[in-house]
């Protein structure tokens, strides 16, 4: 009969083996092979009593209805406006699943994806809003919308926000970066103009303390705001994945979504 010590050598060295076969390598934190670029900000090496995530990537149905993997509601208005994951509606190859939403053929349709409008208490620690859209017509003098997209407490227009907004009639049709704290507003030309049949990544962060809001365009700084930035429960503000407001004319536009990510990090755990 073998010695036990022998037995237990044998076995801690099988393990071994068997370890170094492992195709997948070493048990690493996953956050040091994640790929470089601003992306890398978003980890899940948290724990839910200091952090809180949603990632949406609209894997298809109708949100408001049977959809259960999409966290919002669909806030659309008017004939023919809606907001849903259409079956096939890949723009391009490196699309995943789609979330679209859509005016409907009313002077004043509205197509809108939302959250509930007072769960952000900005503030309370740093947050982080990242998504990707896509338009395939450009606002104009005839056939005006208005797109938003980030937080804030209402469908069509907030009184706390901070979000990215495009239309024609402002800044040249370039994307607005702007703030709202009790409808008061502070908003800055991007710089960056709007391009039909495009992607643009669009990201915001806010500081742990409100106190500065730093928006990014294709992963390059945009703009910073450090007024009117709505802080504190009593003006709480919601995340809007998109929205898209007809105000003139009667010729459905559309917006795309790729994907919507927030993170809040409390400074104070829950």
Known sequence: MRPKWLV???????????????????????????????????????????TAEIVADYEGCVIGTTCQVVPWFNGSTGTGASC??????LL??????????????????????????????????????????????????????????????????GVDDVAFRYTDAVHSGHWNCYTRANTAETSVDSGVAVTANSW????????????????YIDNAPACTITTTIPTGIARASGIVPV??????????????????????DFTIPR
């Open 243 to 264: 929205t898209i407001l007809k105000s003139v004319g009667i010729t459905q536009r559309n917006a795309y979504v790729d994907y919507t990510y927030f993170r809040i």
């Open 84 to 89: 849903q994951v259409p079956n096939g509606g």
């Open 8 to 50: 237990s050598v044998c076995g801690l060295l099988a393990a071994l083996a068997v370890f170094a076969l492992w195709p997948y390598g070493a048990f690493t934190d996953v956050r040091s092979s994640r790929p470089s670029g601003s992306y890398t900000t978003v980890d899940r090496s948290y724990a839910l009593s200091t």
């Open 92 to 157: 391009t190859t490196n699309d995943f699943a789609l979330l679209q939403c859509d005016t409907g053929t009313t002077a004043t349709g509205l197509g809108s994806a939302i959250g509930s409008t007072d769960m952000v208490v900005l503030g309370s620690g740093a947050v982080q809003f990242r998504t990707r859209v896509y338009v395939d017509d450009l606002s104009t003098g005839i056939e005006r919308y208005t797109l938003r997209l980030g937080l804030s407490d209402a469908s069509a227009a």
């Open 200 to 215: 643009f990544i669009l990201e915001l962060r806010v500081n742990a303390t409100g106190t500065a809001a730093d928006f």
